[in-house]
């Protein structure tokens, strides 16, 4: 259980039987009144937002999550597969599910997916970095007029993202999936 | 933890303070911070020491110092409060807190305009010696030419203070000219929540609805006190004459921010008895301390009619410099050690 003191931002709590994740927070109080724990949350599968202020007395359930080590295998139509590396059971998640991680899903990616209560499938985290190899680049012209000294290209994935003007077709990058912009270009 | 230009920053608010008391014939009291009873309050978490806590507030002991025969009282320490951490708050801060014997809680008002005025103008014109500029990496030149040049002395911008008596605070000039606005707590809430403070109280709302309706709303235009509190939440204020419904206790707001918080001090030791004995009932549900300080209600009969007030100083430093978290005004937060 969590008490209202040990939410923050980040923290995964079960409200009414389903998985929330603490988006934003902020301790307040009146010098001589109650302590507010005023929180904006996230729901782990429906993605619904909702703000709600907590008293020093409310309690959280945990949520029972879990990661596991999977292989992307396929996608067909709009379900992703996933094959658990040790058990070789297989899942799916939509593509609903898998939000903006689509644009650099590889097959047999290792990815962490997220269960809740044992055999949910509801999320997964990819790799940190990732090499894509570049389909499609315009030549750089140069004095483009938005000033910038980068071109569009598209990866394999059909990501589209901004690289420095010497990335050519047929060039691996390395991009970061946080931010899903372009690190440095990897030799093979 | 601080630069040396917001260390000297604190440390001209806390001479300015200083100065502002000594000159109108306060004397400077040091009370112990460790203590072995503390005012009962629901609310408020006190940090153990030993068999003993750390003060939540020094306003037992300093209250006694009145009894003892002092008139006027200032006092500048460090309190604690457990569980109390966030943009607004820390753990351990930092309280201004005075005593004027004789007075009302409109007189504290009054003297908060003055002390505030007072430390604005003092961090305005502040020249500082001997403290190095804040230099990222690639100021080396800066960096050379200072160490040059270090008898001369940098005149600190006025990060945040305007020498007209102007206090710059997110994006808004909030005027310190006295005199600033007044607002019972009944006509806020009427205004803000469009509900009776009175009620909010009896529907257990009010803390809630302050934080989140009325609060944003105070000390824009000038700084704001908020005042006449239901009787219920008087904490040691004394009951209003002509209207017992409420105590005579009022909130300073500067940009929606709790600055100050003051009294016309009850001084009947029945009634504050009675008080602690309501705040001892909710405390031990959560299953603390079932003591009363005794010696303070023991002296509580030689106190004069006298008025008081707490000021949190970091947060006074957090608004004269533009800072919108406590964290940027203190030397070291729990996070730093």
Redesign the interface.
């Given at each position: 259980m969590f008490s209202a003191s040990d939410l923050r931002k980040g923290l995964k709590v079960q409200i009414d039987g389903e998985p929330y994740i603490i988006t934003e927070f902020d301790f307040s109080k009146p010098g001589k009144g109650q302590a507010l724990y005023r929180t904006k949350m996230r729901n782990m599968i429906t993605g619904n937002q909702f703000t709600q202020t907590y008293r020093s007395n409310d309690k959280f359930e945990k949520p029972d999550l879990e990661e596991r080590t999977m292989q992307f295998l396929y996608s067909q139509d709009d379900e992703f597969h996933f094959m658990d590396t040790s058990s070789y059971d297989q899942i799916f998640l939509t593509r609903e599910q898998l939000g903006d991680n689509i644009s650099f899903l590889m097959d047999n990616m290792e990815v962490q997916v997220l269960f809740f209560g044992g055999d949910r499938p509801i999320d997964i985290s990819l790799p940190i970095f990732v090499n894509l190899e570049v389909i499609r680049a315009d030549p750089w012209v140069k004095g483009d007029t938005s000033g910038t000294d980068t071109k569009p290209v598209t990866v394999e994935t059909g990501y589209k993202l901004q690289v420095p003007p010497f990335v050519e077709e047929g060039d691996k990058i390395q991009i970061d999936t946080r931010s899903g912009e372009y690190i440095t270009r990897v030799k093979e | 933890m601080l630069s040396p230009q917001r260390l000297q920053q604190r440390s001209d608010l806390l001479q300015a303070v200083r100065t502002f008391f000594l000159s109108r014939s306060y004397i400077e009291v040091d009370t112990p911070i460790r203590q072995p009873v503390l005012i009962p309050?629901a609310?408020?978490r006190p940090v153990p020491a030993g068999e003993w806590f750390l003060q939540t507030s020094p306003e037992l002991c300093m209250k006694r110092l009145l009894a003892s025969g002092c008139t006027q009282i200032f006092q500048i320490c460090h309190c604690f409060r457990q569980?109390?951490?966030?943009?607004?708050?820390q753990e351990e801060f930092t309280m201004l807190e005075w005593y004027h014997t004789g007075w009302d809680y409109h007189d504290l008002m009054d003297e908060c305009e003055q002390l505030i005025g007072a430390v604005g103008q003092c961090l305005t014109t502040a020249t500082v010696q001997n403290v190095m500029p804040t230099l990222t990496l690639s100021d080396k030149s800066a960096w050379q030419n200072h160490n040059r040049q270090p008898q001369k002395a940098m005149k600190v911008g006025p990060r945040g203070m305007a020498s007209s008596q102007v206090l710059r605070f997110s994006d808004k000039k909030i005027s310190l000219t006295p005199p600033w606005q007044r607002l019972s707590v009944e006509e806020a809430f009427q205004k803000f929540c469009g509900t009776s403070a009175q009620q909010a109280v009896e529907q257990g709302r009010?803390?809630?609805l302050?934080?989140?309706r009325v609060?944003p709303h105070l000390g824009w235009d000038s700084p704001l006190f908020l005042y006449d509190y239901p009787v219920a939440?008087a904490?040691l204020a004394q009951q209003k004459k002509t209207d017992p419904a409420v105590a005579e206790r009022f909130?300073l707001y500067i940009g929606g921010i709790?600055l100050a918080?003051g009294f016309t001090e009850l001084i009947d030791r029945d009634v504050q008895r009675q008080r602690f004995y309501a705040e001892l009932e909710k405390q031990q549900m959560h299953g603390l301390s079932h003591l009363l300080p005794e010696k303070f209600l023991q002296d509580l009969v030689d106190v004069p009619e006298c008025a008081g007030i707490?000021l949190g100083l970091d947060r006074l430093l957090m608004v004269c410099v533009g800072a919108t978290t406590l964290a940027e005004v203190l030397p070291f937060t729990a996070h730093d050690l």
């Open positions: - | 309050e609310e408020i569980g109390e951490t966030g943009r607004l708050h009010f803390d809630e302050l934080v989140e609060e939440l904490s909130e709790e918080n707490a």
